[in-house]
């Protein structure tokens, strides 16, 4: 699967939610599409879910225009937190429903994957609680097989071991059965193990798309003597900065050439990773992550 967007805008009535938005994702792969409230996340996921038509620009999936088009939009599954209120089916049902509906449904590890998390699927939809709701989403997008399976959020509601369940589970699917999965989620540090790429969005915009692994080696941090650490980084892409007593701690994001960073080393600073969410609250700070590079 290739999914493209090229110069993609959306927007509603006054209201730019996504500006000129490029990006190329490919399977297997899970991506990480993560911003602050309001950046354009689910935006975005409607879009490539074919909820919404774009403004402007362009979306291709395996080189064909999306929008309306059956032969791709089939590849498709969109899972959000969805109310249920309404539903009088059980889970059973509407997993029987998924199966009639999506080629690739696997409605015997749909009943696994409930049975790991101990849902009951008998029950109507509408008297499940908010997290087993979202248990039931989960569970659609994983046994779905659809070759873009897209996860917005889903997760809301659900208590912590739930959410390690799920967690196994996508890491087991993509070992199984790999596909394009695009998990949006403001869990970051949770599900930084997850994710082969990393999407930001900051009002509207990409602010950073590359693989994790590039992402977090860009990033370090550094602790010692306050002095020491001022003078070995006025000239380095500081992103956040914690001081205790004579103790500095700075987050760097730029690539670090090795002699820096023997450097460092030598002068007795303590030399750290840093976590994707550190990247990102810097990033989404206004900061420019490329600049000092
Ligand atoms: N149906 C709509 N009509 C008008 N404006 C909308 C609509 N949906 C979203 N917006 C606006 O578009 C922008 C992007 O919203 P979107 O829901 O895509 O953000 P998000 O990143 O998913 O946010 P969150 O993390 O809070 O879920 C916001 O300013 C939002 O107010």
Not at 107 to 116: G, H, K
Not at 136 to 161: C, H, K, N, W
Not at 207 to 214: G, T
């Amino acid at each position: 699967m290739e999914l493209k967007l090229s110069h993609v805008s959306l927007v509603y009535g006054k209201e730019q939610a996504l500006d000129d938005v490029s990006l190329q994702l490919h399977s297997p792969k899970v991506y990480a599409l993560i911003g602050r409230n309001g950046s354009g996340k689910t935006s975005l996921l409607s879009l490539i879910a074919n909820y919404r038509q774009h403004s402007s620009g362009q979306i291709m999936l395996n080189g064909e225009p999306l929008f309306e088009n059956s032969r791709q939009t089939k590849h498709v599954q969109f899972l959000f937190q969805r109310n249920f209120d309404e539903y009088d089916e059980s889970g059973e049902e509407l997993l029987q429903t998924a199966e009639d509906f999506i080629a690739s449904f696997d409605i015997e590890a749909a009943r696994r994957i409930a049975s790991r998390f101990g849902l009951d699927l008998s029950i109507p939809m509408k008297n499940q609680s908010t997290g087993r709701r979202s248990m039931f989403q989960a569970i659609r997008g994983l046994a779905s097989r659809a070759p873009v399976t897209i996860f917005d959020e889903v997760y809301t509601g659900m208590d912590a071991p739930s959410r390690e369940i799920f967690y196994e589970e996508i890491l087991k699917e993509q070992e199984s059965h790999p596909r394009l999965i695009i998990i949006s989620t403001h869990l970051i540090s949770e599900m930084e193990h997850l994710f082969d790429e990393v999407i930001m969005l900051d009002q509207g915009r990409v602010v950073l798309a590359d693989d994790y692994e590039s992402v977090v080696s860009k990033g370090i941090t550094l602790t010692g003597e306050l002095g020491l650490v001022d003078r070995f980084t006025a000239n380095l892409h500081v992103v956040k900065s914690r001081e205790l007593g004579g103790t500095k701690s700075v987050v760097i994001f730029q690539q670090m050439e090795e002699s820096l960073l023997k450097e460092a080393e030598e002068l007795g600073l303590e030399i750290g990773r840093v976590t994707l969410q550190d990247i990102f609250t810097s990033v989404t700070k206004g900061e420019d992550p490329n600049e000092g590079q």
